[in-house]
């Protein structure tokens, strides 16, 4: 099998990155991976703990609110997408 995320980018991986680079003041410690698992595409993303924060948002509405977006950019491509967050 080969590794599609090399040619084509997966569906909501340049959506995470521009929301996140807009987001974060830490650019260079952004990370954004994604990769196609058995539940659908996995999105993985790490940033400073400085950035944490943000990414989370007050009681963890911002990061509710990516997760909701990605569902909709999932269904247009006929795909499950998930957000995982690793912590610093």
């Given at each position: 099998m080969t590794d599609a995320t090399q040619t084509t980018p997966l569906p909501g991986h340049e959506f995470v990155q521009a929301v996140l680079s807009m987001l974060v003041e830490?650019?260079?410690?952004?990370?954004?991976?994604?990769k196609v698992d058995d539940l659908g595409i996995l999105i993985t993303v790490k940033v400073s703990e400085r950035?944490?924060?943000?990414?989370?948002?007050?009681?963890?509405?911002?990061?509710k609110s990516l997760r909701t977006l990605l569902r909709v950019v999932g269904g247009t491509a006929n795909q499950r997408v998930n957000l995982k967050v690793l912590e610093p």
């Open positions: 830490d650019k260079d410690q952004l990370v954004v991976e994604s950035d944490m924060g943000k990414l989370i948002g007050k009681g963890g509405q911002t990061i």
